[in-house]
């Protein structure tokens, strides 16, 4: 394989061309050659073949900027004091990652989809990966332990216990009861009977504050917080970061080094309203010490807000992110919390009961991070031991055991980092291939079928493209390059012979594979479009159809092509349609999102006899009747 300029082999990406052409046109007459991309693989690695193909091998006289905000003071003195070389460690680290997996990714890839087309005639782009796949089969191993799951009843008992005028709810000491016959006896023991305070344990503790965001670390806030995907975030982030706002947002490192300058970075913010008594507060500080995580890298610090403030007005989710970076860096200078728990024993007719207050005495850092504490305050009036309480009622409770939870796009992507596959730059963008390729859907991730085959299919053919293991230790060595500890040339081999029985394996196999894919493929569209039961004949299903004769899309039911019933339906002939697989709230029928460019997505219920429809066209026409008033 050889290194070639996208518009070469990439369809639309025709302006890359005139790029090229210019940096080539200039690099003629230049003296002086310095890379100044971003600091991290990918920026090293671009700037590198820019300078190696564009300009006709200037890798090796080329200077390197360093810098990690895009502040005028930094890019000044990172173009007055550059590095005397490219960081050419990095470099074969990019080079090698990339050239991996174009040769996982090609070859598999290629392969799976020129199976699937040669069996069926019909060509459906299907992927596998390096990383992909492994991370695809976290998510089958999640789903096994679901659908297996079976549910084991047991009980719980608590109370409700009036103390001074206010009523607060009592856990039983054990909060498990397995028997039906012992959880009935508790309830005929404790029916009727007073409590007695029987102790008072009371503990101060303190809660240190927070550790500057890592990428990781901010994806998974955003998503716990606004629900945020961690593509999302990191596009949103990036966003901040070209405007000067953010310090590098694709960083592993939880530390924050005094030459950022911490007071000129609150000094700037202080110039915000909502920031001003805050950063006060810091300023007054003799020392400001951050607390700090354990994690390093050696091309940037922790994600932290450059004190420059926005010139534009940002949008909802870019002050969203941009509040929370402030302040999640103003809470690592601020003290501890100090915090008060406080556990009461009751005892009612031999039974245990606990009632559990908690209350901050010292807000210190909290207060800083306020709007995203999440942390709920119970106070218990004044009580002393030996109390006599009045238990109001005791409540008795049938409950199943849960299955495990399903990943959502924050927790699979901290389960990827856990597992050391993928890096922070890549792993929003794995998932994001997953949805793409159908292989899962929903924010609870659910793996498809064809994400099932797939996998299957791998996991028969060749194991090792589907192993965690492998995968990880590939990461590893790559890291060592980095490190000037292991050679390029290596790993390329390594990955080739790993690669070439596999790929000789699944050709033998082309047919079988193919056939498992197409019907795999085919089931998915089919699945995509099917949006419930039909209400009518109540043996058909209703689906997204096509009319021949038209072209136009519609709701049909299966049975039509029976001869068994007519049922149909208009629908919009713009937009994406997607069938939601829940009820409408107002008349049970099934309901599809609607997505068109440019409005927000609606959820369309296609019952022509919905209380819904009357609903919608009177808020329409009031809406109608304001505008035609002048607003009023």
Not at 123 to 146: H, N
Not at 176 to 190: H, Q, W
Not at 338 to 354: A, D, E, L, P
Request: glycine share 6%; proline share 6%; with cysteine.
């Amino acid at each position: 394989f050889k290194w070639a300029p996208r518009h070469l082999a990439e369809r639309g990406a025709k302006k890359i061309r005139t790029w090229i052409e210019t940096i080539s046109k200039l690099a003629k007459d230049a003296e002086d050659f310095v890379d100044a991309c971003d600091y991290d693989i990918e920026g090293s690695l671009i700037g590198y073949c820019i300078l190696k193909y564009a300009c006709d091998n200037k890798e090796s006289v080329a200077k390197r900027m360093k810098y990690s905000t895009l502040t005028k003071p930094e890019l000044e003195t990172a173009y007055e004091k550059p590095l005397s070389t490219l960081d050419f460690a990095l470099i074969e680290a990019g080079r090698t990652r990339h050239e991996v997996d174009w040769l996982y990714g090609v070859n598999l890839s290629r392969a799976l989809t020129l199976a699937a087309k040669r069996w069926s005639g019909k060509y459906a782009t299907l992927s596998t990966g390096r990383v992909q796949t492994p991370t695809l089969k976290f998510l089958i191993e999640r789903e096994k332990e679901i659908r297996s799951f079976v549910p084991t009843p047991f009980w719980s008992i608590k109370a409700k216990v009036q103390i001074g005028k206010s009523v607060f709810e009592a856990e039983y000491e054990k909060p498990t009861i397995e028997r039906k016959v012992e959880a009935d006896r508790i309830i005929k023991a404790c029916k009727g009977k007073d409590g007695q305070i029987e102790s008072i344990d009371v503990r101060k503790f303190r809660q240190a504050p927070p550790i500057p965001f890592d990428l990781g670390a901010l994806q998974a806030e955003a998503y716990g917080l606004f629900g945020y995907t961690p593509r999302r975030t990191s596009g949103i982030a990036e966003r901040l970061y070209l405007e000067a706002l953010i310090s590098y947002p694709r960083t592993s490192s939880q530390k924050l080094p005094p030459a950022i300058n911490y007071r000129k970075i609150l000094q700037g913010l202080s110039k915000v309203p909502k920031y001003k008594k805050l950063t006060a507060e810091l300023l007054g500080k003799p020392e400001l010490v951050p607390k700090e995580g354990k994690k390093e890298d050696p091309a940037h610090p922790a994600i932290y807000p450059t004190g420059n403030l926005p010139e534009r007005e940002l949008d909802e989710s870019e002050k969203r992110i941009w509040d929370l970076v402030v302040r999640r860096f103003m809470a690592v200078f601020a003290e501890p919390a100090v915090k008060q728990s406080m556990k009461v024993t009751i005892n009612v007719n031999g039974h245990r009961f606990f009632v559990r207050g908690r209350q901050t005495l010292k807000e210190g850092w909290q207060k800083f991070y306020a709007p995203y504490i999440r942390s709920e305050e119970v106070m218990l009036p004044p009580i002393k031991e030996g109390d006599r309480l009045k238990i109001k009622k005791v409540i008795l409770e049938d409950k199943f055991t849960k299955p495990p939870p399903r990943y959502n796009p924050g927790s699979l992507l901290k389960k990827m980092e856990e597992e050391g596959i993928g890096t922070k730059a890549t792993r929003a963008d794995i998932i994001q291939t997953l949805y793409n390729r159908k292989y899962i859907k929903d924010e609870r991730i659910i793996v498809t079928g064809l994400g099932f085959d797939v996998v299957e299919l791998l996991e028969k053919y060749c194991p090792p493209v589907v192993s965690v293991e492998l995968t990880r230790e590939l990461e590893e060595k790559m890291e060592q390059i980095q490190l000037g500890k292991q050679k390029r040339e290596a790993i390329i081999v390594e990955a080739v012979e790993l690669l070439k029985p596999t790929l000789e394996r699944l050709k033998e196999k082309e047919e079988t594979i193919g056939e498992v894919l197409s019907k795999a493929i085919k089931k998915a569209r089919i699945e995509e479009r099917m949006v419930g039961d039909c209400p009518n004949c109540g043996t058909g299903k209703l689906m997204i159809l096509y009319s021949r004769r038209t072209g136009k899309r519609f709701i049909g039911c299966t049975n039509y092509f029976k001869g068994k019933c007519t049922t149909s339906f208009p629908l919009p002939q713009r937009g994406t349609l997607k069938p939601l697989g829940k009820p409408c709230r107002a008349c049970g029928w099934p309901t599809i999102q609607v997505r068109m460019k440019g409005r927000r997505p609606w959820t369309l219920c296609f019952n022509p006899e919905c209380p819904l429809i009357e609903e919608r066209k009177k808020r329409l026409e009031m809406q109608s009747m304001r505008k035609g008033n002048g607003g009023k």
